[in-house]
């Protein structure tokens, strides 16, 4: 055990009891930790520490006397260990023992004080056990710590820069209102993308680059995040700044336009939503059917956003239509519109019997259904073809299923392999009865003498080619087989799922010759006032891409309205936060797993496939992160340069570099972390630094474990805006029957 | 200028000897979570010279912990001090939840001095909380600040904590 001669601190200043706190208050500061002694008559009888001044700041210290708030001191022999010194203190009420040696001959025997050791000493040898030695700071503004932060693989390639370590780490240490928080920063529909997301965050994230080894669950646990908050009955407000007397009208209330409509309205700005459906969401609440996710979730974060104070108009179009609004009208009467419109109408192919009654479009079948109704001329138990291979026509055929169908074929032009529907909608399809038949392209609707569709005959493919980058077909190699026996399907319904078609609002909208608007990614069309994003610009993409879109384009009209964007910010607190990251040495002994789905039995009706994961298995996916946010903090006080960590570390991350001497650079990193020098260099001095690749690392904390002078720790810092207050909302259990049951 | 600083008594009628806690405290919160092993928490008062701790979930403070429960908990022989001859990697399991205290003293950062002090004898507390009115910590008020504002009073200058 530690004696305490090891740890003693030197006696230091003294003072008299009859001394005031006035008088030793300077000598109390600048010992600080360490209590002042208090010594009369040569013998240490107490010690005053700062924590007398909050108890005597009700008077003047001019007159309390040091004798009067002092604290016993024990006397403890040096080879005592600190233990003991605890227990004293503990029994005593000191916060400090006093250190003493023998002294004198056998027959004069006495002790004498050597030095003092205080609580803050004994705290600081517990605290020298620790591992992860990172502050828990937080600190006003946005401060530069003078280390680099690396952004994470999986960050950097999300389109609206999701911190994705920070709220996943915060769900393996059980934190899950802060996970929610950490995600509401960036995505006001996390309950949406944590089910529906293409997640380009898994696709690069550092877990999945090693053989044999796959990605994090980052979707899901963000579903699961939101699941928890939403069981919980938890609400945000949002705080709004100052109103700007500026108004901006968004034209679509889908994800981008309410995105965007978020961002101006919690800066202040007088936002107009227009939608031409008769409840927002766009593509969302019409073309997603219910069991894809829980309809109530979405629109509880649809009020949230609402909640903020956005003026909503639905059932109003924006077009060229009698009793539409016409974009020149809005231009007149806003600073800016935001179009974002999407690509709503479904396109059928004008094959021979395409205008048959049974022939519908996708995004129509689709909007029917989301108001709780069944599309004309449906009926159960007929046969049913969808045209397309993508994620709307596996929507289509599966909604078929579910409201009856009985015999439901998919039919596309792309080889089984190479569908762009997600492989997991099409096997859950499957199970529940879909056919398919793919490499065809349609030619012609049959139909009965009174018009009705009996059959749509497809004829066979070559191969196709395919653009390596999109992955999309290359339409021109889409060749019918000459001569080939036609493919004719019997069915009594026809479901065209084969493309999207923009609607054009008007003038004076600039368009491509694709049919879609022209603006760049900033969402400017080169119109005064005029902004658009979204898929009518981009074309069909993924919801996490029009959140992006709503973001830039709102961050596009903020400047083109004259707005200081760093003075924006002012009336939010901004904070940095340093603080520890989750230690996940033990992530290798798990393996990723994916949400569970309902059985196929439970399947045939429009309730969740996909179910959360327990508490248990959220934490064991999130634990799987790789934390690659993480910074190496190396102490430079305390560095020597041993090289130790480069020597240990398993993915050869870390490169020790000291002035003159010949050490391999192999980690390919350039970020420095630590600059260091001791001794004189001439006299066998060191000077160097220490360089890591952050690619390589997967923060393993090897080189923590094996730094011999304890100098590198893993910490986090995160750069927070506050925008957002969480509350909990009871009533929001009543209203809604699941949050109650969860 | 905000309208929060337009309505800054600070501004109106500047005290020096009872400022407002903004301009005394500590600008900066250290922190735990509940989470926190008591070492680690140890180490936490150590470096930063507090005897006191906030403890926080998702930034909102839910109490604090002392530094003379670790040192019981030392005695009891639940955390240990490094280099002890106890078997090595010794994991405490005692959390900053388990010898949790509350109520957190939370003050708004416009509070004055004088009545945080009188708030904190109350209470008996060595520490407060300073928030923002946005409902988060911004800094601390300790021993530390409180002696720096005394002793520039005693002198006749402004503090400098």
């Known amino acids: 055990m530690p004696d305490l001669d090891r740890i003693a601190a030197p006696l230091g200043a003294e003072c008299d009891p009859d001394d005031t706190l006035a008088d030793v208050l300077d000598l109390l500061r600048g010992q600080h930790p360490l209590p002042l002694n208090v010594v009369h008559r040569g013998i240490v009888v107490g010690t005053v520490g700062l924590d007398a001044v909050i108890p005597a700041s009700g008077r003047d210290l001019g007159t309390v006397r040091v004798g009067d708030v002092m604290r016993p001191v024990p006397e403890l022999d040096a080879g005592e260990s600190v233990e003991l010194a605890a227990r004293r203190m503990v029994e005593t009420g000191a916060s400090a023992v006093v250190v003493t040696e023998p002294e004198g001959g056998l027959f004069s025997r006495s002790t004498r004080a050597v030095g003092v050791v205080s609580q803050a000493q004994v705290l600081a040898e517990i605290g020298r056990n620790v591992v992860d030695k990172a502050p828990m700071k937080m600190l006003i503004g946005h401060r530069d710590l003078g280390f680099n932060v690396p952004v994470s693989p999986c960050q950097r390639n999300c389109p609206i820069k999701q911190d994705i370590a920070t709220y996943i780490d915060y769900v393996s240490q059980g934190r899950y209102v802060d996970s929610w928080m950490v995600i509401h920063e960036t995505n006001p529909f996390p309950s949406m993308l944590g089910r529906l997301c293409n997640h380009p965050c898994e696709t690069d994230c550092k877990r999945g680059w090693d053989p044999g080894e796959d990605p994090v669950t980052i979707r899901s646990i963000k579903r699961f995040s939101t699941d928890f908050a939403f069981k919980q009955g938890l609400w945000i407000d949002y705080k709004i700044a100052p109103p700007k007397g500026k108004s901006v009208a968004v034209v679509g209330a889908g994800p981008a336009g309410l995105t965007a409509a978020l961002d101006l309205r919690v800066q202040g700005y007088e936002v107009h939503l227009f939608e031409r459906e008769s409840k927002v969401g766009g593509l969302l609440s019409t073309s997603i059917p219910p069991f894809r996710f829980d309809h109530k979730q979405l629109q509880w974060e649809l009020d949230m956003i609402l909640n903020t104070g956005i003026e909503v108009h639905t059932d109003t179009n924006v077009g060229v239509d009698e009793g539409d609004v016409t974009l020149d009208s809005l231009l007149a009467e806003h600073d800016a519109v935001f179009v974002s419109i999407g690509m709503m109408k479904g396109r059928i192919l004008p094959v021979p019997g395409s205008d048959a009654p049974q022939v519908i479009d996708a995004m129509r079948f689709l909007r029917i259904i989301s108001y709780d109704r069944i599309p004309e001329h449906f009926e159960p138990g007929k046969r049913v073809v969808c045209v397309g291979g993508g994620a709307i026509a596996t929507d289509a055929v599966q909604s078929s299923i579910k409201l009856g169908a009985k015999d439901v074929w998919m039919c596309a032009i792309e080889p089984e392999d190479k569908l762009p529907a997600f492989g997991n909608e099409l096997h859950e399809a499957r199970e529940i009865g879909l056919k398919m038949s793919t490499g065809i392209i349609v030619k012609e609707i049959h139909t009965d003498s009174d018009g009705n569709v009996t059959a749509v005959s497809f004829a066979p493919l070559h191969d196709l080619e395919f653009d390596p980058l999109s992955g999309k077909v290359i339409f021109a190699s889409v060749k019918e087989i000459e001569g080939a026996e036609r493919v004719t399907i019997p069915c009594d319904y026809v479901i065209f799922a084969s493309g999207q078609i923009m609607e054009n609002p008007g003038e004076p909208m600039p368009l491509t010759p694709r049919g879609l608007i022209a603006a760049d990614r900033g969402g400017h069309t080169g119109v005064d006032r005029l902004f658009a994003g979204g898929d009518c610009v981009q074309g069909p993409s993924f919801i996490v891409d029009a959140v992006g879109w709503g973001h830039r384009v709102a961050r596009s009209i903020r400047e083109y309205l004259g707005e200081d964007m760093e003075a924006a910010a002012d009336f939010r607190l901004r904070q940095t936060i340093v603080e520890r990251t989750d230690d996940h040495r033990q992530s290798e002994y798990f393996a990723r797993t994916e949400p569970p789905i309902l059985e196929a039995a439970k399947r045939y009706d429009m309730s969740e496939v996909e179910q959360s994961w327990s508490d248990r298995e959220a934490i064991v996916q999130a634990i799987r992160c790789f934390q690659c946010d993480s910074v190496h903090h190396y102490d430079a006080s305390v560095c020597v340069l041993c090289g130790a960590c480069d020597d240990v570390c398993p993915e050869k991350a870390i490169d020790v570099v000291v002035f003159g001497e010949d050490r391999e650079r192999a980690s390919g990193g350039d970020t420095v972390v630590c600059q260091t020098s001791g001794g004189d260099p001439v006299a066998g001095g060191y000077e160097g630094e220490i360089y890591i690749n952050y690619d390589r690392c997967t923060n393993c904390r090897i080189c923590e474990d094996h730094c011999p002078v304890n100098c590198i720790t893993f910490e986090r810092v995160r750069y927070v805006d506050d925008t957002m207050r969480v509350r909990e909302l009871p009533e929001l259990k009543k209203v809604l029957p699941m949050a109650a049951a969860g | ?161």
């Not at chain 2, 905000?2 to 919160?29: F, K, Q, Y």
């Not at chain 2, 735990?32 to 010279?49: E, F, G, Q, R, Y």
């Not at chain 2, 900053?96 to 507390?125: F, G, Y």
């Open chain 2, 1 to 161: 200028m905000t309208d929060i600083e337009r309505l800054d008594p600070d501004r109106l009628a500047p005290d020096a000897a009872n400022p407002a806690v903004r301009s005394v405290m500590r600008e900066e919160v250290v922190f735990c979570l509940p989470s926190t092993t008591i070492d680690a928490v140890a180490k936490l008062m150590a470096d930063n010279d507090l005897t006191e701790l906030p403890v926080l979930i998702d930034r909102r403070p839910v109490g604090y912990v002392e530094a003379r429960d670790i040192v019981e908990r030392l005695v009891e022989g639940r955390v240990v001090v490094a280099g002890s001859d106890v078997v090595r990697p010794f994991v405490t399991e005692v959390t900053a939840s388990d010898i949790l205290h509350t109520p957190p003293l939370l003050v708004d950062e416009k509070d004055r001095l004088l009545d945080v002090l009188a708030s904190m004898r109350r209470q008996e507390r060595q520490s407060a909380l300073v928030m923002h009115e946005d409902e988060r910590p911004v800094g601390m008020i300790t021993a530390r600040e409180v002696a720096a504002h005394l002793a520039a009073q005693l002198q006749g200058a402004p503090a400098n904590a």
